[in-house]
């Protein structure tokens, strides 16, 4: 993996800027790519409760606003969620998730697979 200096320094200045809950949905959708989630999966496979609406009343909308995430609204309560691939840094985050992050990858791929259901 080749990687330029000043894109990783742009990338590490960006997720030290954003709280952890950005930086919860944008290390899943990396991780993921190019899959996207509904709001309840991302909820839970980022610890948050489905209930709470947490993610929905910034995270999410603030992280669309930055072009770091594209959401499309399927029904009035039903999201598609996934990591802007065409966004310089977040090709970046891509691709070191999937050259570093096989193993966190794995569990999530499973975890949508499954639905989030416990074996």
């Known amino acids: 993996m080749n990687i330029d200096a000043s894109d990783a320094y742009n990338l590490l ?10 930086r919860k949905v944008l290390l899943t959708l990396a991780h993921i790519y190019p899959k996207s989630v509904s709001g309840t999966q991302l909820a839970k496979m980022t610890g948050y409760s489905t209930k709470a609406n947490v993610l929905y009343r910034g995270p999410i909308e603030e992280l669309e606003n930055d ?23 977040m090709q970046l985050f891509i691709t070191l998730c999937r050259e570093a992050g096989e193993e966190i990858r794995t569990q999530f791929l499973e975890f949508i697979n499954t639905r989030g259901e416990k074996k």
């Open 67 to 89: 072009e770091l995430i594209l959401v499309d609204r399927l029904t009035p309560k039903l999201y598609s969620i996934r990591i802007n691939h065409e966004h310089q840094l």
């Open 13 to 22: 200045l960006t997720f030290h800027s954003y709280n952890t809950a950005k």
